[in-house]
């Protein structure tokens, strides 16, 4: 693997983590590096070493190697700022990376922007380059995208471009009530209980207003009625899932909605629109990072051909 | 005040905290004295020796002093467990309190029981004893009492009786999401808004399925347009308050409201129902958890005349 020539770098900076994948000729992923160095841990200058001493090994020669990066190594809190492209928009591609000059390694970096929305305020840092995956290998796709996770994304394309989104912080609510909360003593384990969910999310939609008692109604029925922790935790999820759906509804009513996350957390949405009706599709969260870079990548190649 | 009298000690033992007051045998208090040892740092068999050093030093004689205690003590998890009693019922006296045999002091303890209601499941452990103080100095009182906190109560009382409550995760949903989310970055200091809250408060009541989003645009705003740290805490509650009153609505609708509770989170409540055209009251809570123990014991001393 050493041996194999190396094309590209591509980089998925987050909050938590660093992903980068080290990309053959052939657009192969030779290589799959991890590294709990996501932005909330490193100071400005700390983005480069960190950077160029997970890629290093797989260097050779002279050749600056390109590296695309999406995330919020482009922040204001980042490595350097790449400053928001504004909705209704395409997703950034490699014509708005900000590129960097790297002294300590033959690398040449460039940053891919976000998308920042006006009215009602609200922003993305590498879900833009998940939507650029999608339209990448379907260009006329035109529709919903949904992206759960710590911050779902719901967003609506037309004609190539991100013409609104909405942002629900479903995700950080369910970690933060399932493992900070008093909750905690309810919702233990990690089992599932998809009757409890299902039912969880139609109640969430219905009376999304009680949503703070709704979840201290877990706890109390675990005192006094033993309510199973696998029941709890799914509940705990369908209120919250319910409840953005609620509110979601102008993006999916009467839509088909393609999903892009992690797989056990994109297999609650799709059942929670399902038992609404809808058709769902579902993409994998790194297949479709990668492939955004991949046509950040075809992009460049193509501006210094 | 050392050579002063005492007649009882009233306890208020929460989760957190743990506090006690030295009472003489004119009613007044000689001594309070508080302490971090609340339920959660302790084992059960910490409860007796950390009550008996933190009131040793008023203990003088033989005589057995009354020890009257509310709050999470009673709780499964506690010193040892006081049943619930269930809604609908009056707030539970000294009647269906739990004695305990005190080896290493002096010491009669009482634990008062807390209250449970079936359907919908919920649970109180220490606001009953705030209720009893009301319901002491106001025998007739015929309305709703809401008690703000880390988890806000709303209580139907009726010819003296606890008819139905429901609790928010509220208070504890504002804690979190201020100190531990992605919010943290966009609320910092104590600063407060008005205007911001209760323009939220009207948001929050009038679109809670949204609130998930409406909390991510807080942080959108910070980024995007410099929103100030003491408009984004004041929304961040006015959301939280609004959608806890939109499911709150049967009720205070049409009554008259008495809080119970920290003085500033009760301005806030106040603030928010004046504004839906309520008259409210307020009482505090440390005054009338003293008043609820008082009136057990009072009852106890006429079981015993």
């Known amino acids: 693997m050493y041996g194999a020539e190396i094309e590209w770098i591509a980089v998925d900076w987050g909050t938590s983590n660093l992903r980068a994948w080290i990309i053959g000729a052939d657009g192969a992923v030779l290589q799959r590096l991890t590294s709990d160095k996501g932005m909330s841990q490193l100071q400005r200058n700390e983005f480069e070493p960190t950077l160029t001493s997970l890629v290093q090994p797989f260097i050779k020669g002279e050749r600056r190697v390109p590296v695309i990066v999406c995330g919020m190594a482009g922040a204001r809190q980042g490595w350097v700022e ?16 900000l590129p960097l000059s790297i002294r300590s390694a033959p690398l040449e970096v460039r940053i891919l922007p976000g ?6 305020a609200d922003v993305m840092r590498g879900e833009e380059t998940q939507i650029a995956g999608i339209l990448a290998a379907d260009p006329r796709f035109d529709g919903v995208i949904c992206l759960p996770g710590t911050h779902t994304k719901w967003v609506q394309i037309s004609a190539g471009e991100i013409v609104s989104f909405r942002t629900f912080m479903t995700g950080e609510l369910f970690a933060l009530l399932s493992r900070q909360s008093v909750l905690r003593h309810s919702v233990g384990g990690d089992g599932w209980d998809g009757d409890a969910f299902l039912a969880a999310v139609r109640d969430g939609m219905a009376r999304p207003q009680a949503l703070a008692s709704s979840l201290f109604g ?14 709890a935790r799914a509940r705990l999820s369908g209120l919250l899932i319910g409840a953005e759906l609620q509110a979601a509804r102008p993006y999916w009513l009467g ?11 994109c297999r609650q949405y799709a059942e929670a629109l399902s038992a609404e009706g809808l058709s769902v599709s579902v993409a994998g969260a790194e297949d479709m990072t990668l492939a955004g870079l991949a046509a950040a990548r075809r992009a460049l190649e193509e501006m210094q051909a």
């Open 82 to 97: 790449a400053p928001y492209e504004t909705a209704p928009c395409t997703p950034p591609g490699i014509g708005t990376a």
């Open 115 to 120: 998308v920042k929305q006006d009215s009602p």
């Open 218 to 231: 877990l706890r109390a029925e675990s005192l006094i009625s033993d309510l199973a922790p696998d029941a």
């Open 255 to 265: 839509q088909d909605v393609r999903l892009v996350g992690a797989e056990s957390l």
